[in-house]
Structures are given as structure tokens and as C-alpha cells.
């Protein structure tokens, strides 16, 4: 009888710690789900409890963090939201996009313009090693290129699909124009051993 309640006890205290970690589970999903559905009450209500972590949850299928999901959107106003309750800029999803490049790849210059001012990694590549002015470049979005450029964003950065940076991108689009003689006159600035790739 004394084992079956010693297995009991020690069944019911492994519950009771695991308490915490389940509520913070559930205050995440709950959160990242206030987010999507703009329920800005909702996403308050779990934010102002002390203590709590949730402004930087990740989606556990995507990685996406609630910064990522409302960027995606163009939600100015939510970024402002939730980076003045703390949210990381430089949290990647699961395919390595940073806010800045998921911007970027929209065209949503107030957002990369916003992640710039609070510091967002302006080189940050992602898992096909894109930046955010390589994806400035593609779009021809030169309004983007430029402010990326100002932050001082490397121009010479490849990518590893292709293996081009983003002033080979915009050298070889012959309906690039502006973005070609704004790379074309970007200055060159040294490469980290990470952004260089793997040397053979």
C-alpha cells in the first residue's frame, strides 16, 4: 500500500510542477490567437500579467512569433503595440525570417522603417540566406533599398540559391533603373566570415 502511495505522491507533485509551464503554454496560444484575431483587449488582458513572456511566443508549427504574424499584415499599429511591451525584433520563424525581411518582402517600408529605429538586425539572412535588401532589390521597392542602405545594410551579401548579392540582383534586372544605380552606387562594405559562406 505504502508504494502505490509513493507512486501517487510523486505522480501528483510531477503534475503540480509542470503546472506553470502548462498555463504559460496555454497564456501563449491564447495570446498568439488574441494577435491574429486582433482582439486587442484579449492580447492586454495576457500581456499586463506579471511576469509574463508571451510577447515574444512562437507558433509551434511555424515559429512565427506575434511580431512576425502582425508584420506579415502590414499592422502598424500592432507592431507599435507589441514592441512597446517588449517584442524582439530579431526573432526568426522557422525558415529564418527575421520582421525586417518579412517586411521587406512585402513592401511594407513604415514596418522596416519601425524595425530599424528599434535596432532590428539589418543583415539578417534567413535559411536561403536572403536579406532584407535582397528582397528590397527584387521587388524594386527603392524606397526600402535606400532606407536599408542608410542603416547600413551590405550590398554585397549572396544569397545561397543563387549565389548573387543584392547589387548582382538589381546589376542584371533591365527594367531595374533606380534600385540598379542606387546599389550600382552603394558603397562596399566587408563581408563577416558568416555572411561569406562556407569556403571550399
Known amino acids: 500500500m505504502s508504494i502505490i502511495w509513493r507512486r501517487l505522491t510523486v505522480a501528483l507533485m510531477l503534475v503540480v510542477a509542470a503546472a506553470p509551464a502548462s498555463a504559460q503554454f496555454s497564456d501563449s496560444y491564447t495570446f498568439l490567437k488574441a494577435v491574429t484575431d486582433k482582439d486587442v483587449a484579449k492580447a492586454r488582458e495576457i500581456i499586463d500579467k506579471p511576469g509574463t513572456t ?49 517586411a521587406a518582402i512585402s513592401g511594407f ?33 527603392v524606397v526600402t533599398a535606400q532606407m536599408l542602405l ?24 533591365p527594367r531595374g533603373g533606380a534600385i540598379a544605380k542606387l546599389l550600382k552606387d552603394a558603397p562596399a562594405r566587408k563581408l563577416s566570415p558568416q555572411q561569406q559562406g562556407p569556403s571550399l
Open 54 to 102: 508571451v510577447v515574444n511566443a512562437r507558433d509551434r508549427d511555424t515559429g512565427e512569433t506575434p511580431l512576425i504574424i502582425v508584420v506579415k499584415r502590414s499592422d502598424l499599429p500592432w507592431m507599435g503595440f507589441l514592441l512597446q511591451a517588449g517584442a524582439d525584433p530579431n526573432l526568426r520563424d522557422n525558415d529564418g525570417n527575421a520582421p525586417i525581411l518579412l
Open 109 to 141: 517600408s513604415e514596418g522596416v522603417r519601425v524595425l530599424l529605429i528599434v535596432k532590428a538586425r539589418v543583415d539578417t539572412q534567413n535559411n536561403l540566406g536572403e536579406t532584407a535588401l535582397i528582397k528590397a532589390v527584387q521587388r524594386r521597392d
Open 150 to 173: 542608410d542603416a547600413g545594410a551590405n550590398p554585397d551579401i549572396a544569397d545561397h540559391a543563387s549565389g548573387y548579392s543584392a547589387r548582382q540582383y538589381a546589376a542584371q534586372d
